[in-house]
């Protein structure tokens, strides 16, 4: 794209290399995952007296730093793209 040409409502103006971004989404959901299992076998633990309440602390720290990190990776990916908001030149 070139300045000052037309463009049309909706038209992809510029976008990022996706290739960080997408490896950074997967990895974070990835890792998501993995905290929410340790959570759950942690908690399932902690009722069988086999953990205690400090791991468990750390569990939902580590589960809530990875869903942070994903909300982060997944809004650089929907926002890695602009695109025309009107058509025009």
């Not at 908690?43 to 580590?62: F, G, H, P, V, Y």
């Amino acid at each position: 794209m070139k300045e000052g040409e037309d463009v049309s409502k909706g038209q992809l103006l510029a976008s990022l290399d996706l290739t960080e971004i997408d490896a950074q989404v997967s990895q974070s959901k990835n890792n998501l995952e993995k905290t929410k299992r340790d959570l759950e076998r942690g908690q399932r633990l902690l009722k069988d007296s086999a953990a205690t309440l400090e791991q468990i602390q750390n569990l939902q720290t580590a589960f809530n730093v990875a869903d942070e990190n994903f909300r982060i990776a997944s809004f650089n990916r929907q926002f890695s793209t602009i695109h025309a908001n009107a058509s025009g030149r």
